[in-house]
């Protein structure tokens, strides 16, 4: 189906507002647009219908919640459907893992851990390692210490500002919730947009309430945004992670490439790690050259500052940013 037919300028428009802004209301998301508010409310529902947009999901400062964010790339070895379907459904039912996502290329699967602790997170991984260790013939760590989730101004440039992001880190400070904002978060992160009435209903307290926690979590920075879910193949995009080992991965080097990736259109994440590579990149291309042309110029621009590189294709995410309830 082409392209044109899935979304047109102003779905696209609306898709790149809603990429860090998941629980806009549609009265603001009306007059950004231009549209009247039942136009914009149908255009939404359509792209739902169709299977553009997929979700939406809170976005949790894991950080500063007491979390470390571990992320875990594997290869397959003597794989067989029943085996992965037994390893995805493990995955898909542990509260502990938050992200899941199937990939082509160097390696076939990602799972992120929220673990408060590196012994936390080898119980969780000798776990799985336990249950499912001979699937794994190649397998990559690293520690997430700061993600900037980018808005999606590859689809719409004209719909947010540059510099706009949402970005994850352990400063200033540890924050403190109790049980029901736990529960608060773990609704939010699987239906950002909620109504406080559902959300009140499922943590059993008046929509009052959760008017007020949720705003207490927003205040805080508890919860640092919202971010909405496309199917990016419907689009005609391809979506890839580009990992990045520097020569020196702090300083002036690192500050100027990533200014340089933000400004680039295709980038959705940048994620600083401690691992065998340094920085992980995320990038929504078209499916002809787009791609190569990103990585020869990256690739020139910073010639002196890469040291090393691979990426993989992601297939299709199955879980995303799940609170722990």
């Excluded at 149908?42 to 976005?59: D, K, N, S």
């Excluded at 013939?137 to 700061?146: H, P």
């Excluded at 791609?291 to 993989?312: G, K, N, P, Y």
Aim: with cysteine; proline share 4%; aromatic share 10%.
């Amino acid at each position: 189906m082409n392209t044109d037919e899935i979304a047109d300028q102003v779905d696209l428009a609306l898709l790149a507002e809603l990429s860090l802004n998941g629980r806009e209301s549609l009265t603001l998301l009306a007059r950004k647009l231009g549209l009247s508010k039942q136009r914009l409310s149908y255009r939404l529902r359509a792209l739902q219908r169709r299977g553009v947009l997929t979700g939406f999901f809170a976005i949790p400062n894991i950080f500063r919640l007491g979390f470390d964010h571990f992320r875990v790339f594997v290869r397959f070895q003597r794989l067989t459907e029943a085996g992965e379907k037994e390893l995805l459904d493990h995955l898909l039912t542990r509260s502990d893992v938050s992200w899941l996502t199937q990939l082509d290329g160097d390696f076939d699967l990602e799972f992120v851990v929220w673990a408060q602790g590196v012994p936390a997170f080898e119980s969780a991984y000798d776990d799985i390692l336990g249950q499912f260790g001979p699937l794994f013939q190649e397998k990559y760590f690293s520690l997430a210490t700061r993600i900037e989730f980018r808005p999606w101004r590859f689809l719409s440039a004209s719909a947010v500002a540059p510099g706009e992001g949402v970005v994850l880190e352990s400063r200033p400070g540890p924050i403190a919730i109790d049980a029901i904002d736990r529960r608060l978060l773990a609704e939010l992160s699987r239906n950002g947009r909620l109504s406080l009435a559902a959300l009140a209903a499922r943590c059993r307290i008046s929509p009052a309430s959760a008017a007020q926690r949720l705003r207490a979590l927003r205040r805080s920075g508890a919860v640092a945004g919202f971010g909405a879910k496309i199917d990016h193949v419907l689009l005609g995009r391809v979506y890839r992670k580009v990992f990045l080992r520097l020569e020196q991965p702090a300083g002036a080097p690192l500050d100027r490439l990533c200014a340089w990736l933000r400004a680039r259109p295709e980038v959705i994440f940048l994620v600083k790690t401690v691992g065998g590579y340094d920085l992980e990149v995320e990038l929504m291309t078209g499916p002809g050259g787009e791609f190569l042309a990103f990585m020869r110029r990256l690739r020139t621009e910073f010639a002196a500052e890469i040291a090393a590189f691979r990426s993989v294709i992601v297939l299709r995410e199955l879980k995303y940013g799940q609170y722990p309830a």
